[in-house]
């Protein structure tokens, strides 16, 4: 069927070609141009992910040992109070980073949607954060946090406070990490919503200062209704990045204190190649693939809506 | 187009001005870190010990940066992320250009569900198939090689919907015209068509080489040997025994060593990058 789509749709072609003897076979050979990729695709991608639904049946570690235990791992997982700690805190942490960067993002790119070169300078300022790879984003902020000669550290001497220990303190690690994340990651969403402000058509300003609209009211009757679209992708374009938390919460707490900050995807990596628990860490990594595959759903709706929103 | 603010027309008196200086009070946080960084590295570790204000007083010394450069992993981590940044966007393209051609333009059996198969894999985070692709490499003894670091990168479908996007984008009427000049296919594809995918090349090079630059689980897990660890890596392995052993100063000129290609090559290509990161998100 898939064949007879592809003759139609080539018909134009077909008639600008007038040889087309052993047609058949050389469709065949066309195969070779995707094929090489094809290769990789099932061989690292399609294989594990379907061999990792089989393994996760399985009670088995790194050096072979396998064992057929059924749904066991996911009933383990569902009394697990680290893996239930660490949804949690993946939840808490996309809740402390998301709309902070949606509405952050927002505001840089209505200041910065100018032409002046200050305000180019000051956009390639926010986006600089996120070329640095996340070893040296934790490393600038951990000695920001820092209680002993940290940034803050200093500041709070300075003005006569006691230091704070952001890191180790239950209450203040996940926030400490999320702040660390807005800063790296800030970048995008002021792309996203700078290219979409560009969209808004002319007019309609222009019909809106007809009607002597002020600024907040433009702001809010035109820009922010033609952007929504802009909004909900951006929104859900983070939570899935942010779902994979793990380099920063690895490399600032190690998950702690008590468990404090360790996201989902740190759970996947400690069970997986430090506790060689591998059938378990595989389970947990389909809960992962499930949740992370619903929010990929919801943004592939939002971006087919192009009008409708 | 000189103020085309979300406002309008309306004035752009106090207002703005007002926006204006918050801004850049945010750019100023926004830097801070950075700039703490640069001035730890500035600073002996003796000094550091006593007291991290010293940062705002001379002396300042280069001897951190000296160390890096006489007795440090730093540089044999950059070769490796350049070899393997280089070569996986290469490997990227190559793959993507081939089967973004084959799916736009060619027929053979079974395309579209094919087609459909491979967009589905957009979906599959990497950290679902981590564990299974850690064994699989395993048994194939590819950690700590070039190959094992890059080939990952290279099994993910998004260059292959960009560049298949792209190629639908070209009109027909190109390949028909080569075509009565009895090119071959593969001859359209490579001396006609493909030049005008430079843009896309673009985006997606610059995307990829970024992802593998800071990449950070795959290779923590596969380029074991310190050989072979990435700059990402090494430089979090100096971090995990953060201040104990190397010294505060020395950690910091680190950091901004590794940090600084990426940031000199953001600044020179600023413009492609921002289109490539924020083209490759939406």
């Given at each position: ?57 399985h ?36 809740l ?63 003005f ?8 180790s ?5 996940l ?135 | ?35 703490w ?19 705002l ?69 990497e ?56 090119a ?6 490579w001396?006609?068509?493909?030049p005008?995918?430079l ?22 897990v ?61």
């Open positions: 069927m898939s064949a007879a789509a592809g003759q139609l749709s080539d018909l134009g072609r077909a008639r600008a070609q007038p040889a087309r003897a052993g047609a058949q076979q050389s469709r065949w050979s066309h195969l070779l141009y995707v094929a090489p990729f094809l290769f990789l695709y099932v061989t690292l991608l399609v294989y594990p992910l379907f061999a990792g639904f089989w393994l996760s049946l009670k088995a570690d790194f050096f072979g040992g396998s064992r057929f235990v059924g749904f066991e791992n996911f009933v383990r997982l569902s009394n697990d109070k680290v893996f239930i700690g660490a949804v949690g805190n993946t939840f808490y942490f996309i402390l980073t998301v709309p902070a960067l949606a509405i952050i993002g927002l505001g840089l790119a209505l200041a910065l949607n100018r032409t002046t070169p200050t305000a180019a300078f000051l956009r390639g300022v926010f986006f600089s954060s996120s070329v640095l790879s996340v070893t040296i984003v934790t490393l600038l902020w951990k000695v920001v946090f820092a209680p002993d000669g940290g940034f803050l550290a200093n500041l709070f001497e300075a006569g406070k006691q230091p704070v220990a952001f890191l303190n239950a209450d203040l690690a926030p400490a990490i999320a702040i660390t994340t807005i800063w790296w990651c800030i970048g995008l969403p002021m792309m996203l919503f700078l290219a979409a402000l560009q969209q808004v058509p002319r007019e309609l300003y222009e019909a809106a200062a007809l009607d002597n609209a002020g600024r907040w009211k433009t702001l809010w009757s035109v820009t922010l209704p033609s952007i929504r679209r802009t909004f909900a992708l951006v929104i859900i374009i983070e939570v899935v990045l942010q779902f994979q938390l793990f380099g920063q919460a690895y490399l600032m707490t190690q998950g702690g204190p008590n468990n404090a900050s360790r996201p989902l995807v740190l759970f996947i990596f400690e069970v997986g190649f430090t506790r060689w628990d591998v059938g378990y860490a595989v389970a947990a990594g389909q809960i992962l693939f499930g949740l992370i595959a619903i929010a990929a759903m919801a943004q592939y709706f939002v971006a087919r809506r192009k009008e409708a929103f | 187009m000189t103020t085309q603010l979300s406002s309008g027309a309306v004035g752009r008196g106090l207002g703005d001005r007002v926006i204006l200086a918050a801004t850049i009070a945010l750019a100023i946080v926004m830097v801070l870190p950075m700039l960084a640069v001035g730890l590295s500035l600073k002996t570790n003796a000094e550091l010990l006593v007291d991290t204000n010293s940062v007083k001379a002396p300042w010394t280069l001897r951190n940066y000296y160390d890096i450069l006489i007795g440090s992993g730093v540089f044999r981590w950059l070769l490796n992320s350049i070899i393997v940044s280089v070569g996986m966007s290469l490997g990227v393209l190559a793959l993507s250009s081939l089967a973004g051609y084959g799916f736009a333009r060619l027929e053979f059996p079974g395309r579209n569900v094919i087609f459909v198969l491979v967009l589905f894999g957009l979906a599959i985070p950290q679902a198939v981590i564990l299974v692709r850690h064994q699989l490499f395993s048994d194939l003894n590819l950690h700590n090689t070039y190959a094992g670091l890059m080939l990952p990168g290279m099994s993910a479908p998004f260059g292959v919907f960009l560049m298949t996007q792209y190629f639908k984008a070209i009109p027909t009427e190109v390949d028909e015209a080569a075509m009565l000049d009895n071959s296919r593969f001859k359209i594809f001396r006609v068509l493909l005008m995918t843009p896309a090349q673009a985006t997606l090079g610059i995307f990829t080489f970024l992802h593998a630059w800071n990449d950070y689980w795959w290779p923590l596969s380029g074991t040997n310190e050989q072979m660890y990435t700059l990402t890596v090494g430089i979090a392995s100096t971090q995990m025994n953060f201040a104990e052993s190397a010294g505060l100063g020395y950690l910091m000129a680190q950091a901004v060593f590794a940090g600084l290609p990426i940031l000199i090559v953001y600044m020179f290509f600023q413009k492609y990058i921002v289109r490539a990161v924020s083209g490759a998100a939406a």
